[in-house]
């Protein structure tokens, strides 16, 4: 089992940044792949980065450019940082994690973004 647990989240204005960060626990030891995903009201979720164990980073175009995903393996933490912030990145923002070929997810954090 591993558990996830999402912060950083909140209210910032357009144009604005914000580091998001994940927290692992339990059997980690097997980690590859981590990853962020959203979803606002009334859409699917949707990825916005990933990281792969040998640390090749993947984002869609909607983010690329704005959005970096990183990892500290000593603390069992990713981050996501997020910069020049816009209206549409508002959305609950979830944490992932695939260990043994088995998805694990945090709570999520809530990211507003005002114009």
């Known amino acids: 089992q591993v558990q996830l647990v999402e912060s950083g989240g909140g209210l910032v204005q357009a144009g604005g940044s914000l580091r998001l960060s994940c927290g692992a626990s339990?059997?980690?030891?097997?980690?590859?792949?981590m990853a962020w995903y959203r979803q606002a009201p009334g859409k699917q979720r949707e990825f916005v980065a990933v990281?792969?164990?040998?640390?090749?980073?993947i984002y869609p175009d909607s983010v690329k450019g704005r959005f970096t995903i990183s990892r500290d393996t000593t603390k069992n933490t990713v981050y996501l940082q997020m910069n020049t912030l816009k209206p549409e990145d508002t959305a609950v923002y979830y944490c992932?994690?695939?260990?043994?070929?088995?998805?694990?997810w945090g709570q999520g954090t809530q990211v507003t973004v005002s114009s």
């Open positions: 990281l792969a164990g040998d640390f090749s980073t």
């Open positions: 992932k994690a695939v260990v043994d070929s088995r998805a694990y």
């Open positions: 339990g059997s980690i030891g097997n980690i590859n792949t």
